[in-house]
């Protein structure tokens, strides 16, 4: 099994920064696909981005241009570097993963993170 723990949320201000991690157990990180989805709530889970194991990454429309996903595969470790953050972007960030493909779909992603909260002011 695969465990995801997440860590880096918090309160910051718009125009602000946050880096947001996600700690993996388990073997064959390097050949999974990770991704970070955010949800509201009342409203469904949205995809943020993925990180294949090829490095191709993949972003929402919305945070093109500020939000920057990446890994490290000797610490088992994706992160989530968030840029110029808006009032829009608070939410609860999830982490996740799947072994078996990629794409931005949440119903295809296996395993999940806790979720930690992202709470942007103005």
């Known amino acids: 099994q695969v465990q995801l723990v997440e860590s880096g949320g918090g309160l910051v201000q718009a125009g602000g920064s946050l880096r947001l991690s996600c700690a993996a157990s388990g073997r064959l990180f390097n050949s999974y696909t990770m991704g970070w989805f955010r949800q509201i709530p009342g409203e469904e889970r949205e995809f943020v981005a993925y990180?294949?194991?090829?490095?191709?990454?993949a972003y929402h429309d919305s945070v093109k241009g500020r939000f920057t996903i990446s890994k490290d595969n000797a610490k088992n470790t994706v992160y989530l570097q968030m840029n110029g953050l808006k009032a829009e972007d608070t939410a609860v960030y999830y982490c996740a993963a799947r072994s078996d493909g990629w794409g931005s779909s949440p119903h295809e992603y296996v395993y999940w993170g806790q979720g930690t909260q992202v709470t942007v002011s103005s």
């Open positions: 990180i294949m194991w090829t490095a191709a990454t």
